[in-house]
């Protein structure tokens, strides 16, 4: 027997009902950002590898996927480079692209490619799938779709409001109870300079974004193995174990940060996002977490991460403020902030906790019975009238028996089924019969359309 075929670990294949699905999260995150004005694009699938190293660390790195040359890839490759069997330097002799990791260093690279046919502040969204070579696991894939909102060309605070406010919306419309999370990158560069380790800022955020997943000693034993003293590390614990709601969090940091002019001005922008938002409404509650680093290396203001609260899992939307990723291709100065929404944790989240509406996997309203060539012929013309008017309508592709089409509407959830026999061919009626209710009666097809619209 052959063997039956299967796909990478990581990956999955989607189905019709859960492609309908995964649609509706996609439209309702969409409809969103369009309401506030962002315009979408989209980046290719592979990106030049020096585009994408270099920019989410040295762990990052190691998760790219990377794609062999085309052609003899060995026939250009230093044979003394291949003979040593080190991997990243015989990768960099035969590949010079990769899948992407992310879609904000490929935005930062269109952006820089395509400037002078943007109009700044440029507002975009871009739903794409992205890769990462991490070990699978429940709510982390190797393929993985992003929905991404950011605005570049602008250093206002209010395009952080703005994001938290599509944050509350989004999530209000999907029906998930989520706990915004808030740091300020140039927060913990305060702390880095308070405790006398400024150079070792990157090392600190990347420690302490595991605290949740790995516990303070665990933390503690990563800082001190990065070459942190023991006295700096003392220094980092009350900060790690500050308490009390916003206001009062702030004001305790403050104290400490007073020496760090750095410090005190992440303050001030998280006390001015804090005051924008409080008269608008928002409902969704928005932390302040002081160990919240976000590990990657191109953040520089306001960072968020967002988590379901009625699930366990990892976070299911993050982002920050960049003020110079562009800067790396050659556009310096080029302020932005963006965050993304993981949508396949999304999904993962609405249907452990049965949160998709009930006609979501729902994409034909109305089925056909077949009868025979006579009766569908009559049916072929008023189904053109449904689907002008937008009704989503079917017909069984040949006179099978009726138990075998019915069971065929049963298993696709079609809510409504409809009978033309020559009955009603005589009286210009349609049976129509209503799936859930069980019920049945007579229409015009302008009633019909009436009822279905």
């Known amino acids: 027997m052959a063997q039956k075929p299967s796909i990478p670990k990581g990956t999955r294949d989607f189905g019709p009902s859960e492609m309908v699905k995964r649609n509706y999260i996609f439209d309702t995150i969409k409809s969103v950002f369009k309401l506030y004005g962002f315009q979408p694009i989209e980046t290719p699938a592979m990106e030049n590898l020096s585009t994408l190293m270099g920019k989410y660390g040295e762990e990052g790195d190691k998760l790219l996927f990377k794609v062999l040359n085309s052609g003899d890839f060995l026939n250009k490759a230093d044979e003394q480079i291949l003979a040593e069997k080190n991997s990243i330097k015989a990768t960099n002799q035969i590949s010079d692209k990769g899948l992407r990791y992310d879609l904000t260093v490929p935005f930062a690279r269109f952006v820089v490619q395509h400037q002078n046919d943007i109009q700044f502040p440029f507002k975009r969204y871009q739903i794409q799938n992205v890769w990462r070579a991490d070990k699978p696991q429940k709510g982390r894939y ?53 405790i006398g380790e400024p150079d070792k800022i990157i090392d600190i955020t990347v420690a302490i974004d595991k605290l949740d997943k790995i516990g303070l000693d665990k933390v503690n034993q990563e800082l001190l193995a990065k070459g942190l003293p023991q006295q700096a590390v003392d220094k980092l614990q009350p900060i790690l174990n500050l308490s009390g709601d916003n206001a009062a969090k702030l004001e305790q940091i403050k104290a400490v940060l007073a020496t760090s002019e750095i410090g005190l001005k992440g303050i001030e922008e998280m006390e001015t996002v804090f005051s924008y938002l409080k008269p608008l409404g928002v409902t969704t509650e928005i932390e302040l977490d002081l160990t919240l680093a976000r590990g990657l290396n191109y953040y520089t203001g306001a960072i968020f991460e967002i988590k379901a609260l009625d699930m366990q899992i990892g976070s299911i939307t993050g982002g920050g403020r960049y003020d110079d990723l562009t800067g790396i291709f050659g556009l310096a100065d080029m302020s932005g902030v963006g965050i993304s929404f993981g949508a396949d944790r999304i999904y993962d989240v609405m249907e452990q906790l049965d949160l998709f509406p009930k006609d979501s996997a729902t994409t034909t309203k109305l089925f056909f019975v077949n009868f025979g060539e006579k009766e569908q012929a009559w049916c072929l013309n008023v189904i053109k009238q449904l689907r002008d008017v937008g009704i989503s309508t079917e017909i069984y592709p040949n006179a099978a028996k009726m138990k075998k089409q019915m069971t065929y509407a049963n298993n696709r959830s079609i809510p409504f089924v409809a009978m033309v026999g020559e009955d009603e061919i005589g009286s210009g009626h349609i049976t129509l019969k209503d799936m859930e209710k069980g019920e049945q009666k007579k229409l015009t097809v302008d009633q019909l359309i009436e009822k279905l619209k």
């Open 142 to 194: 190797r393929e993985f779709y992003q929905c991404d909102v950011d605005v570049i060309g602008s250093n206002s605070l209010l395009n952080e409001v703005e994001l938290i406010q599509i944050v509350d919306q989004v999530y209000k419309q999907l029906n998930i109870n989520v706990l915004v999370k808030m740091n300020n990158r140039k927060i913990l560069s305060g702390i880095a300079e308070v």
